[in-house]
């Protein structure tokens, strides 16, 4: 059974920039949530997407988006990059809606942003 | 909206003590709750969750939690600290209905000392 991957582990980008970070979910999941995690902080909710669909957003703007493919994949975007996007990006997957909300977590993407 | 207090951000504990990390929830509806484990540079892992089952429950490494409706708490336990419990360690609450929007704490770094 193949678990959470994650791409790229590191990169630097600076303010303005676009940056681009894939996850490819566990085998049998169809669900994926993207989380955003701080120095020092718990993740936050970023979104959710559910069989290609957006399935509920946290308190993030709009310049936060994302993708689902069909083989359930996702994809985060982050477009005209702040200092404040420095973070853990933190992709988990699970079974899908009506299971407990259990997430099984990648390794996650650390952005840093000069 | 649901969310989970951590109460202290650092806890000390030596090699063989008792080690007990708190949790506070607040939810509308029954929740689901989560204790999930992250070490250095890693993603996150689930070490037990409560669905309503059992309110006593054990999980990987020898950790357990309690639910606490009444005190509406969720403690991590373990009898016998080691030195590779140290981690950061995140309780986290989900709704138990479809919608799989997980809120997380702040987390409480975990130090053992020999």
């Not at chain 2, 138990?96 to 770094?109: A, L, R």
């Amino acid at each position: 059974e193949t678990g959470v991957t994650q791409s790229p582990t590191h990169l630097i980008k600076t303010r303005g920039q676009q940056v681009t970070l894939r996850c490819s979910s566990q085998s049998g999941h169809n669900t994926v949530s993207w989380y955003q995690q701080a120095l020092g902080q718990g993740p936050q909710f970023i979104f959710q997407y559910y069989r290609e669909e957006e399935n509920g957003r946290g308190n993030f703007p709009p310049r936060f988006s994302g993708l689902q493919f069909p083989n359930y994949s996702s994809e985060l975007n982050v477009n005209a990059l702040e200092l404040d996007d420095s973070a853990l990006y933190l992709c988990a997957s699970s079974a899908g809606l009506g299971d407990t909300g259990e997430l099984f977590f990648g390794e996650g993407s650390r952005l840093t942003v000069l | 909206a649901q969310s989970v207090t951590q109460l202290g951000s650092h806890v000390s504990v030596s090699e063989g003590a008792l080690v007990l990390l708190r949790c506070n929830y607040s939810s509308s509806v029954p929740p689901y709750l989560f204790w999930y484990v992250q070490y250095p540079n890693q993603g996150l892992q689930l070490l037990l969750k409560y669905t309503s089952a059992a309110t006593l429950v054990k999980g990987i490494n020898g950790f357990e939690a309690e639910f606490k409706k009444s005190e509406t708490s969720f403690h991590l336990t373990k009898p016998s600290a080691h030195m590779s419990d140290a981690a950061e360690y995140f309780c986290a609450v989900s709704d138990s209905g479809g919608y799989q929007k997980v809120t997380f704490g702040t987390g409480t770094k975990l130090q053992v000392i020999p």
